[in-house]
């Protein structure tokens, strides 16, 4: 996890975040229960108990509670009456869970908590928002975002937690492009579309562990484990019978879907083009289900443009198509490589100059570089072995089309010397009756018969 929570980091270079995976499973358990131990302190970082804030969405697992001191509001779509009842129903939350859900101070939706704000006579009164796990279903993110800047006071903190897609079941899904955001903001966006609610079934994935799915897991899952659901022919039919209706209940669904790197892209170009007031303050990653991103109310506009974006831009462009080949199974390959021990004993020098004279150990990065082009070697000969192949298979037919055309014409030749040592015997026969035919054939027959007898008795 990186603290880049000064102004001028902030707004001069992309976020850096913590890339230390690790291959065992063992290991990466072990990381996503410490990832959770820290999850609320990460979170809550520029949060205390005697600012005002408002928590979005909480259900049974409130950030910032009032029963701990918390000077804090709880913003719902749902009153408590209804959020109990979702509770008891779903078999997955206990009873003392149920018990911490707290009152909703704030009810409506928050894509426009600044409309929900505004009748309480809060606009511009509080230090932060604090959410978990509710971004991502927003249909209208520009919208919200700009709702949210009108609710906090200059400088005023917006804390979040995010699902990332390498490690939930959003997989399987590209990383959201501005356009999809556009899109909402310009439609005026208030629920999710059909086609958002296909997307999110359309490959929905599942981690195996000894048999049993999750759809929450970490990051570096090897890929072979994570499968997607088979039942997309359903909801095409679901997204069928439901294309001409125009008055369609509500259906919740992953609008968003992010990397760490993808979300800060999305919010900085936001920002660049004037659509949302906020800057990016600190951003952390995770190995678990979701990483972190604290935004503030710039007071600063030109923060929001700085001179040198472009080169940030492709910075973060590049970040992007690194964390999506994490979860390919080359990628995954390759990292596995990279943080194998060297069976290799280093070698002790005995002298200064043989010290001198061994190469370095090769980094992690370095290491993983090394094993690419050791791959990239082994491709390019077997490519070699392939076309080799080829051109002798291509040769051997060239042979064989040369041998049965030889064939061919030889079949052709003995076919036309049969013809002819037929016509020939055709011709011999006919000669030979005709001279059986002949006078002088008939009157010398007794003295042939004559000399065959003599022939006999010798």
């Excluded at 709702?147 to 906090?152: E, I, M, R, S």
């Excluded at 392939?386 to 051997?396: D, F, T, V």
């Excluded at 013809?419 to 008939?442: C, E, F, G, Y």
Aim: contains cysteine.
């Amino acid at each position: 996890m990186h603290d880049c929570s000064d102004r001028s980091s902030a707004t001069n270079r992309p976020t850096q975040y913590n890339d230390n995976l690790r291959p065992g499973k063992r290991e990466y358990f072990h990381r996503l229960r410490e990832s959770c131990m820290d999850r609320r302190e990460v979170i809550l970082k520029y949060i205390t108990k005697e600012k005002q804030g408002i928590e979005i969405g909480p259900f049974h697992s409130p950030l910032t509670p009032k029963r701990d001191g918390y000077n804090c509001l709880v913003m719902d779509v749902f009153d408590l009456a209804t959020l109990k009842k979702m509770a008891r129903e779903n078999v997955g939350i206990s009873e003392e869970q149920c018990e911490l859900l707290e009152d909703v101070d704030l009810l409506g939706s928050s894509t426009h908590i600044d409309k929900v704000v505004e009748q309480h006579g809060k606009l511009g009164q509080f230090d932060y928002l604090v959410s978990s796990h509710n971004f991502e279903h927003l249909p209208n993110p520009i919208r919200f975002l700009q709702g949210c800047a009108k609710v906090l006071k200059p400088g005023g903190m917006l804390s979040m937690a995010i699902p990332d897609r390498r490690a939930c079941y959003d997989y399987f899904r590209p990383a959201t492009p501005l356009s999809a955001w556009l899109e909402a903001y310009f439609a005026d966006r208030n629920q999710p579309t059909l086609t958002q609610n296909f997307d999110e079934k359309w490959v929905r994935a599942s981690y195996d562990h000894h048999g049993v799915p999750y759809g929450s897991f970490f990051r570096g899952a090897p890929p072979a484990a994570v499968t997607p659901a088979m039942t997309f022919e359903r909801h095409f039919k679901e997204w069928e019978a439901n294309a001409s209706s125009n008055d369609r209940a509500y259906e919740d669904a992953h609008c968003s879907v992010f990397t760490p790197s993808s979300f800060e892209l999305l919010v900085r170009d936001c920002a660049y083009l004037g659509l949302i007031d906020f800057e990016i303050v600190e951003m952390s990653d995770s190995p678990g289900v979701d990483f972190f991103a604290h935004l503030r109310v710039a007071t600063d506009p030109a923060v929001l443009r700085p001179a040198d974006y472009e080169i940030l831009r492709n910075e973060l462009l590049h970040r992007i198509l690194d964390e999506a080949a994490e979860t390919s199974t080359q990628g995954a390959t390759a990292r596995l490589n990279a943080t194998q021990p060297d069976p290799t004993p280093p070698q002790v020098a005995s002298t200064a100059d043989e010290a001198t004279s061994q190469p370095a150990r090769p980094s992690g990065l370095e290491s993983t570089l090394e094993n690419l082009r050791d791959i990239a070697a082994r491709s390019a000969q077997r490519l070699d072995d392939i076309n080799r192949a080829i051109e002798a298979q291509h040769s051997a037919q060239h042979s064989h089309a040369a041998m049965l055309t030889a064939a061919q014409e030889e079949r052709q030749r003995l076919s036309d010397e049969r013809q002819r040592l037929t016509d020939d015997i055709q011709r011999l026969n006919a000669t030979v009756l005709a001279m059986r035919m002949s006078t002088s054939w008939k009157v010398t027959a007794p003295l042939r018969r004559l000399m065959n007898a003599v022939r006999r008795m010798t």
